[in-house]
């Protein structure tokens, strides 16, 4: 079942391979869990983009806010573009 829904990552590092194939494995033991415990069971797939789905939803609950920017504040007022040295 994981050869079917594996991402082919063609990457030179074994240690990305082994997190990704990890990740898929963990996947899809939750999709057995989860068609275990619920009668309408859905397919492997529809499985795997509502978990994205709700990964993404979370994030954006952790983080509401994006980041302020970085470097010199703005001025609010125009006066260093009107002042006498200008």
Do not use: C
Not at 19 to 35: E, Q
Not at 46 to 75: C, I, M, T, W
């Amino acid at each position: 079942m994981v050869a079917n829904a594996k991402s082919q990552m063609k990457t030179l590092n074994w240690w990305k391979k082994l997190f990704f194939h990890i990740i898929s494995l963990s996947v899809l033991n939750s999709y057995i869990k989860y068609k275990g415990n619920v009668q309408l069971a859905m397919s492997n797939r529809d499985f795997r983009k509502l978990l994205v789905a709700k990964l993404v939803e979370y994030g954006h609950q952790l983080n509401p806010d994006p980041a302020p920017a970085s470097g010199r504040p703005k001025s609010q007022s125009p006066d260093r573009l009107t002042a006498r040295h200008l």
